[in-house]
């Protein structure tokens, strides 16, 4: 298994370039299924994510072809509508092929996805989606069996905010005879980037990016060339990377739009922080002061940058609540943490990081893609070395981050244990 081994408190300094963004280019593969023209995907990320979406996609049918950071996908006809727990059980992004599959194809056999042990992330909304557009549904054997003739519009809203589930009504409504509106969705940047790919393969949807879209149905949608979002959290990462080591590093690449809540939060702590059109540019090596937060779904402070901001506060000075409202269990990297040398304490939904506190280096255990990026970013400033176990969860979302943070000239290597 593989390991990243860290030397800590050596100054970054230079470019690093985003890559696609994870959370897009799923669904955006995905929207592949409803068409038997070519997808062709540019700005994918080298994620094990998407080799896992790519082996889904080809168990059905799908010809697929990569080359450097493009991707083309054509479905031109189903082989097998299901898709297998083997195939999915890593990965919660794969419920995003079942509105696909009964839109175009009638049918869809999708066993209950995987991913990160972060909390409850129930399927149930998409579910509700796709009965309310005239779908036959129901769950057994570990499965999620759906069948239809073709899909009706109708007007939905979900009981809270989803973004996959989101992301599947829209595929789903886009083949759906008639007008579907949806309310209460998801506004991630991620969402209107699978609504701008949609538009280009034919589909009528207005409202991507609010709480309200509506999709005027189509009887076929065709091929499509598109160029995937930057990621925002891989972004963001490195933009707490800076503020913890670098003296000056450039974010190339990014939407800064798309992390306006960490850069309002870290300009008030007092980070230095130069924002362009596409690039953020961090000028480090003075002290800032801690700042409490609260996650929220977008436009809000994004939960996936939670754990790498409280790595942040373990070095500002003063005491900040770190607040999680989205996700129940997403506080386990702390134990990890404390092993460091951080004096953090956790209250159900709080956690209380006091700073600053000088972090030694020891061996640490990831349990989660994000909370893999954190301990990665405390053993940037941890004296002495830090070994980062379990780091297959780093892989499914980030695009050779060893690599990136070498390139900075952070001393890093990875290892097989």
């Known amino acids: 298994m593989d390991a990243i081994r860290i030397e800590g408190r050596r100054r970054l300094r230079g470019t690093i370039h985003v890559s696609g963004a994870k959370n897009a280019i799923l669904p955006a ?61 890593t990965m919660r992004a794969s419920v995003l092929v079942l509105g696909p599959l009964v839109a175009r194809h009638g049918q869809a056999r999708v066993s209950m996805p995987g991913g990160c042990a972060i909390g409850a992330r129930p399927v149930d909304l998409h579910l509700d989606v796709l009965r309310a557009l005239g779908a036959e549904v129901r769950q057994e054997h570990g499965y999620i069996e759906a069948r239809a003739g073709r899909l009706r519009g109708a007007s939905y809203t979900f009981d809270r905010i989803t973004v996959t589930g989101t992301e599947n009504a829209m595929m789903a409504a886009s083949l759906a005879e008639g007008r579907t509106v949806l309310r209460n969705c998801a506004q991630e940047p991620e969402v209107s980037d699978l609504a701008e790919l949609l538009t280009r393969m034919g589909a009528q949807i207005s409202g991507a990016g609010t709480d309200t879209i509506r999709i005027e149905g189509v009887e076929s949608l065709g091929g499509a060339e598109h160029r995937v979002v930057p990621d925002r959290i891989e972004a963001g990462t490195f933009v707490c990377a800076a503020a913890l080591a670098g003296d000056e590093v450039v974010i190339q690449g990014c939407r800064p739009e798309h992390l306006s809540a960490l850069l309002q939060r870290l300009t008030g702590c007092g980070i230095n922080l130069e924002v362009g059109v596409d690039a ?11 700042a409490d937060v609260s996650t929220r779904p977008y436009p809000g ?14 070095q500002a000075s003063g005491a900040a609540v770190i607040a999680e409202t989205i996700f129940e269990n997403r506080f386990m990297h702390v134990q990890e943490l404390q092993r460091l040398g951080a004096d953090i304490r956790c209250e159900g939904h709080n956690a209380f990081v006091k700073g600053p506190r000088s972090l030694s280096g020891a061996p640490v255990m990831a349990t989660d893609l994000r909370a893999s990026a954190c301990l990665i970013l405390a053993g940037l400033v941890a004296s002495g070395e830090t070994l980062v176990r379990r780091v297959y969860h780093l892989d499914r979302g980030y695009d050779r981050i060893e690599e990136k943070l070498r390139g900075l000239g952070a001393e890093m290597e990875r290892i097989k244990e």
């Open 29 to 89: 593969l995905t929207a592949a299924l409803l068409t038997d023209e070519e997808v062709c995907l540019a700005n994918v990320p080298g994620v094990r994510d998407v080799d896992t979406m790519l082996k889904v996609l080809e168990h059905l049918g799908a010809e697929w072809s990569r080359r450097g950071d493009r991707v083309t996908v054509r479905l031109g006809r189903l082989l097998h509508p299901e898709a297998p727990y083997d195939l999915v059980r």
């Open 280 to 290: 953020i540019t961090i000028r480090g090596g003075g002290g800032f002061t801690s």
């Open 301 to 314: 402070f994004a939960t996936d940058l939670q754990a790498q901001y409280m790595v942040l506060m373990t």
